[in-house]
């Protein structure tokens, strides 16, 4: 896997996961309670044996820079390996942000593909999923592919989320849209009885691209500079290359979601509390991210079901039900929490520190007693008071406040805010 190399596309501004982008790069934004997006590809990378990667982003990228630097350490004996971030640079030829994925790749390619690239992995930064990436390549290979995507079964109610394609008996792509609707969509079901033997789940009649392709390097570079307009794989790219290449499709039957939206983000985490087909307790295929070294959460006479509880947190005489718990949160007596997203905290307070702030009327780090949040997400350094009800008993959708937001129907508390006592959202 020496010539293999990855390249990760850490998304444009991220603006359906605002406000959790609006201080972050979206492969920073923290995951299951002390992780972040970001290492999810790069776990899948490093369980594959991939060691040269490369992270593509343009917007608030110093935390993700640090977090790289902090966590990614491959060593001297990793010659010719190792974690670049490129964002998007000023040249003589372009003075430009990056357009779109393909726009990124194509301006990046002479710092990813040298004389030793076999192949390269374009990946999402995204999403939620574990793959040993060693399965697909084999299947480029074995298929002698120029190019080959990884797709997913999907239901009817999510397929025009997607883009869709058809494939022919031997697994090659004859037919590609993205995200149909109507009659478009109407003909992108896949018939079973036509199929790849593989390719189908009950109820899920559509293949979906899942955003990730492997490419053989001269493809690559062939595509992108013979389509200098085209600035998106999804839209542009792929399906031109429908007509000249040979495009392969890889099966994927596992655990997959597309976290790029509040209301999938905030699913994909919470359905991390039950048992699926994600599991973060597989010893074989580690979820690695920055260690931290903290101690043991401490618990007093707590009801906690079905939860995720991060190490280094204080919990008092709370209720918390179908949540995750971030890293360092501090949680009050008598807190009601249902189906909260707590991203944690970056530092501690010590008690004196509370109590200055406490004396500013200025709540602690955390949430207060007597607090009650359900369907919320609190991002990380995030301050609520006493008594405080974060739980949208309205219904409203799309909401902003002085300290808060509220998205699809759930309330963010976004990074560093200030929730005082007594609010009600």
């Not at 792509?173 to 199929?195: C, H, I, N, Q, Y």
């Not at 307009?229 to 655990?255: M, N, Q, T, W």
């Not at 209301?263 to 920055?290: C, H």
């Not at 008993?393 to 006592?421: H, M, S, T, W």
Request: hydrophobic letters at 40%; glycine letters at 8%.
């Amino acid at each position: 896997m020496k010539d293999v190399v990855a390249v990760i596309m850490g998304g444009g501004q991220g603006t359906r996961l605002y406000p959790l982008t609006r201080d972050r790069a979206k492969p920073a934004v923290p995951v299951a309670g002390r992780a972040r997006l970001i290492d999810i590809p790069m776990s899948n990378c490093l369980n594959s044996g991939i060691t040269k990667l490369f992270v593509l982003t343009q917007f608030n990228s110093a935390s993700l820079n640090r977090h790289i630097a902090q966590c990614y350490h491959f060593g001297a004996l990793a010659a010719n390996s190792g974690v670049q971030v490129l964002a998007a640079e000023q040249t003589m030829s372009n003075r430009d942000w990056f357009q779109g994925t393909a726009d990124a790749v194509r301006r990046s390619l002479h710092h990813v593909i040298d004389g030793r690239t076999r192949r390269v992995l374009i990946l999402a930064g995204d999403h939620l999923y574990r793959m040993n990436y060693q399965r697909f390549l084999e299947r480029h290979d074995e298929a002698n592919a120029d190019i080959t995507i990884s797709v997913c079964p999907v239901a009817q109610d999510h397929a025009s989320s997607f883009g869709l394609l058809h494939c022919d008996e031997n697994g090659f792509v004859t037919r590609f849209a993205e995200k149909p609707t109507g009659d478009d969509l109407e003909a992108m079901r896949v018939d079973p009885a036509k199929s790849v033997a593989g390719g189908q789940a009950p109820g899920a009649p559509f293949l979906a691209s899942m955003g990730i392709y492997v490419f053989t390097p001269h493809v690559l570079t062939e595509l992108l500079e013979a389509n200098p307009e085209s600035h998106d794989f999804g839209k542009e790219i792929i399906p031109a290359a429908l007509d000249r290449c040979r495009v392969a499709v890889h099966f994927f039957h596992g655990y997959w979601e597309d976290i790029g939206t509040i209301s999938a983000f905030y699913r994909a985490n919470i359905a991390l509390t039950q048992d699926g087909q994600f599991s973060l307790y597989d010893p074989d295929f580690p979820l690695y991210t920055r260690p931290r070294y903290l101690s043991a959460t401490r618990i007093e006479q707590c009801d906690v079901q079905s939860s995720l509880i991060a190490e280094g947190c204080v919990i008092g005489r709370s209720r918390i039900k179908d949540s995750v718990v971030g890293i360092r949160s501090r949680i009050g007596d008598q807190v009601e929490m249902e189906g909260a997203l707590l991203m944690g905290n970056d530092l501690y307070e010590t008690e004196t520190e509370r109590a200055a702030q406490r004396a500013r009327n200025v709540p602690p780090l955390g949430v207060g007693d007597g607090t009650v949040i359900r369907r919320a997400i609190l991002d990380k350094g995030a301050r609520v008071g006493r008594d405080v009800a974060l739980v949208n008993e309205k219904g409203v959708q799309e909401a902003d406040g002085d300290c808060y937001f509220i998205r699809e129907g759930l309330v963010i508390v976004p990074k560093n805010a200030i929730v005082p006592d007594g609010t009600v959202v």
